[in-house]
């Protein structure tokens, strides 16, 4: 099984193809005591503050090095984690060692880090979900920004999933709705939202030069937050061009590439450190 990994499961191609019945429960076994084995990690990716471009903090992102698959995509492991019942554990150790992270990173004086960490759908409607986190915050809360990214699409059943937010929310976290554009939000919901951002999807941010639909969604859906008080995020900016497009369109918070790659703890506090020369090395 190992012979494959390479192709199968790595970073260098994103599809996988379909698992053979022995494949598919290797994977699961192995996954199962990843946490335990200590093979998790994070990669963390900055998020920018679109007018002055200094950095606001930065989204978790979570990676398996497996010593049989190599590197492993959540893309990979975390549909086959929310089907083995390990996505709670998961997410559970991504959010208490992404607060325990960011309480070392070196920002410009006065400026508390914000740090995103991701929620799969089936956690967010789970009634337990606002005490698991204010049990991480009591470890790891002080002096740090925690914001939640949920996908669009996992707020389907808005009547299970937005009392639990609400819950959150009055917790002092933030909620970020994910891939935003890639869902089926009914105009409805902007009344009742229990949310803070909405982070548009790549799609559009990647198209937004050569395909005029993008920057007319993109500014509608400024506008539509911004009435609604809810800041726009855009992930996935490879370019000056784009960045420059999306500050005139109102974005509020920027991400990708063009700024940084997701990058080790360690990467990121020196990435940090030479933003703010000056006020951040006392940090
Ligand atoms: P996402 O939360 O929408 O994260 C953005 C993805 O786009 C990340 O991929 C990031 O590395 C990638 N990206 C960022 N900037 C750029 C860019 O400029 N260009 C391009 N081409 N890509 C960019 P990644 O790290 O592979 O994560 C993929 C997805 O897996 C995430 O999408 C998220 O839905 C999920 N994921 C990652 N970490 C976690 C986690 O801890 N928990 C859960 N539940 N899901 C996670
Ligand atoms: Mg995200
Ligand atoms: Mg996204
Ligand atoms: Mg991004």
């Known amino acids: 099984r190992a012979r494959r990994a390479g192709t199968r499961y790595g970073f260098a191609t994103d599809s996988h193809g379909d698992l053979d019945i022995s494949d598919q429960w290797d994977l699961e076994v192995q996954l199962g005591g990843a946490v335990e084995r200590g093979e ?43 089907r083995i019942g390990h996505i709670k554990k998961l997410t559970l150790w991504a959010l208490n060692s992404a607060l325990r992270q960011a309480t070392q990173w070196p920002m410009a004086a006065g400026t508390r880090p914000s740090v995103s960490v991701n929620i799969p759908g089936m956690l967010a409607t789970q009634p337990d979900l606002p005490e698991l986190i204010e049990d991480a915050l009591r470890l790891w809360g002080e002096g740090v920004q925690l914001v939640l990214e949920i996908t669009e699409s996992s707020l389907m059943d808005a009547r299970l999933a937005f009392p639990v937010l609400k819950r959150i929310r009055d917790l ?34 990647t198209g937004l030069l050569t395909d005029p639909s993008c920057a007319d969604i993109i500014r509608f859906v400024v506008d539509l937050a911004h009435r609604f008080d809810l800041s726009v995020a ?50």
Not at 179 to 204: N, Q, V
Not at 248 to 276: H, I, K, S
């Open 172 to 205: 002092g976290v933030g909620i970020s709705i994910d891939d935003f554009g890639t869902g089926y939000s009914c105009l409805a919901y902007f009344r009742d939202i229990p949310a803070d951002e909405l982070k548009i999807d790549r799609s559009f941010v």
């Open 40 to 82: 998790m990690l994070l990669n963390f990716q900055p998020k920018l503050d679109a007018a002055s471009l200094a950095p606001v903090g930065a989204e978790a992102l979570m990676r398996w090095n497996s010593p049989t698959r190599g590197m492993v995509s959540p893309a990979v492991f975390i549909p086959v984690a929310e």
């Open 234 to 283: 855009a992930e996935g900016i490879e370019d000056v061009e784009t960045r420059d497009r999306l500050r005139e369109l109102g974005c509020d918070a920027l991400q990708g590439y063009l700024f940084a790659r997701p990058m080790p703890q360690a990467e990121l506090v020196d990435w940090l450190a030479a933003q703010a020369p000056g006020d951040a090395a006392t940090a």
